[in-house]
């Protein structure tokens, strides 16, 4: 494992212990009236989401190899799973928390900084070099896992390589602040990213399939799921978010038994 992804691991795993700590504080050091609405699963995601998720995602862009994505996967959904006490497949748990694929993810930072570099902030040291290296990717004298390679691909992927060729603003952009363009361009970005999610999901597991019987917990979801799958993948499914007690039992089918010290294991 090479020293950058061993890194985020650990940052991973120390976050995860933190969240452990605070999720059996919650569970058992509440009142019973508040301890069930306080250990609700949408509340034990935010805290997750705040503070594990961060360590994961934050250098997504630097990290150039699928193997490298896909170990932080592994360490990201295991926090996700014994926080949640939900040991379901990965890829159906995080569908149900609206938590992209690093793969989306990535693909969105490298453009978002793309747009930094070309657009919003042209005046730094960074976006001068950019610029230079970019005069020289036509000649094919870039590494294939280079950043400008695989912005290049980030933008051929959300099908915005006009945008790369040309930058330019987008009309939803440019209506913000220009302090928030940022933040605005990032959400520009979520429906293309939420597309490419669904074409992934329907190329994995394609509908001819449905006719067939269900022989994994996996095809039987996405055979139920299929037709009921939001147009925006990033928020969490509805009964997740609708706060109420009742909902504890749908959302709790493949918890198993759990104790504190087992939580406490490192990923």
């Not at 306080?38 to 594990?52: H, N």
């Not at 939803?172 to 669904?198: E, G, I, Y």
């Not at 993948?233 to 198993?256: C, G, V, W």
Request: positive net charge; glycine residues 2%.
């Amino acid at each position: 494992m090479d020293p950058a992804t061993q890194h985020i691991k650990k940052k991973i795993n120390w976050a995860y212990l933190t969240i452990a700590a605070v999720a059996h504080s919650i569970r058992y050091d509440s009142s019973l009236r508040s301890r069930t609405t306080r250990s609700f699963p949408l509340v034990l995601f935010r805290i997750w989401q705040a503070c594990v998720l961060p360590f994961a995602t934050q250098n997504l862009r630097y990290l150039r190899t699928p193997t490298q994505l896909q170990t932080i996967r592994t360490a990201l959904t295991n926090s996700l799973q014994r926080i949640l006490h939900r040991y379901t497949i990965a890829e159906i748990l995080l569908i149900k928390f609206g938590v992209p694929p690093l793969r989306l993810q990535q693909a969105c930072q490298l453009i978002s900084l793309h747009y930094r570099y070309t657009i919003s902030h042209t005046l730094l040291i960074a976006a001068h070099f950019c610029r230079i290296r970019r005069q020289f990717l036509l000649s094919n004298r870039h590494h294939h896992q280079s950043i400008e390679t695989r912005t290049a691909d980030a933008h051929t992927l959300f099908s915005l390589k006009g945008m790369y060729i040309y930058p330019h603003t987008p009309p939803q952009v440019a209506q913000a602040k220009p302090r928030n363009r940022n933040k605005a361009f990032a959400n520009f970005l979520k429906p293309f990213a939420s597309a490419v999610w669904h074409k992934d999901i329907h190329r994995n597991h394609p509908a001819s399939q449905d006719n067939l019987p269900s022989t994994g917990r996996t095809r039987a979801y996405f055979k139920i799921i299929r037709d009921s799958l939001k147009t925006n993948l990033f928020h969490p499914s509805p009964f997740i978010t609708h706060h109420s007690a009742l909902n504890e039992p749908l959302q709790n089918p493949h918890a198993k038994s759990w104790s504190y010290p087992n939580a406490l294991l490192p990923l």
